[in-house]
């Protein structure tokens, strides 16, 4: 399986972009880049994921570059509300084994 | 709203009591999976089910016991629990657990405290 590498954590002002890292230098050719968060004391919730294009639904853009090694998840109007841990995780490959490493904890200041 | 519930929100319970945990999914998928987040650790896979049939057992000890009445369903029975078994248990569903581009919708989560 693809281990991910995220930053611990990241500040973002309300109401401005935010872009969050992450290196997948061993993801396998049928692995998707799949993105979720997790707000204190819920559940992870699905963001978006993709496979080799960009995506964008209503919550976020994923980015992901063309050899496929890294992705960048936006959010492109931070609220207070998108403060919470984000997982980037490779899935699909041999195992099916949706795998959460520690995330990046990012921080929305008003 | 994420179409999977899970019940009850929060437990108490004894290490000799038995107790259920009860997870519904109103998404029409056909794959089901228990995880445990335990405090400051990643969550960690404990069961899947695919169209009902027991695919994946990650080594769980035997006092957890999962049962999936039907693709909707599924539970999770506790008895003689350790206090280290005290975790946050999340039930989540997919529409087929062999296809890696479809992805799992959690619900909220019991938060199980052992005493």
Request: charged share 15%; proline share 5%.
């Amino acid at each position: 399986d693809a281990k991910t590498t995220q930053p611990t954590s990241m500040d973002c002002a309300e109401g401005r972009a935010a872009n969050l890292p992450c290196n997948h230098s061993t993801i396998s050719g049928n692995e998707y880049v799949y993105w979720y968060r997790q707000i204190h004391s819920q559940g992870p919730q699905y963001i978006i994921h993709g496979l080799k294009n960009n995506e964008t639904n209503e919550m976020a853009s994923l980015i992901i570059t063309e050899d496929r090694k890294s992705s960048t998840l936006i959010l492109p109007h931070a609220t207070l509300r998108d403060t919470a841990v984000y997982y980037c995780i490779a899935y699909g490959g041999a195992t099916n084994k949706l795998i959460f490493g520690t995330g990046t904890l990012l921080a929305v200041q008003p | 709203e994420t179409g999977v519930t899970q019940t009850p929100r929060h437990l108490v319970m004894g290490m000799t009591n038995k107790k259920s945990l009860k997870c519904e999914q109103h998404l029409g998928h056909n794959a089901m999976y228990w995880y445990k987040q335990s405090a400051k650790k990643p969550l960690e896979l404990m069961f899947v089910y695919n169209f009902k049939e027991q695919t994946e057992n990650n080594s769980v000890p035997s006092r957890f016991s999962p049962e999936c009445p039907n693709s909707s369903h599924l539970f999770l029975h506790l008895h003689t629990l350790q206090p280290e078994d005290s975790a946050l248990y999340l039930c989540a569903s997919s529409q087929d657990w062999a296809r890696g581009n479809q992805p799992q919708h959690f619900g909220d989560g019991t938060r199980l405290s052992i005493l």
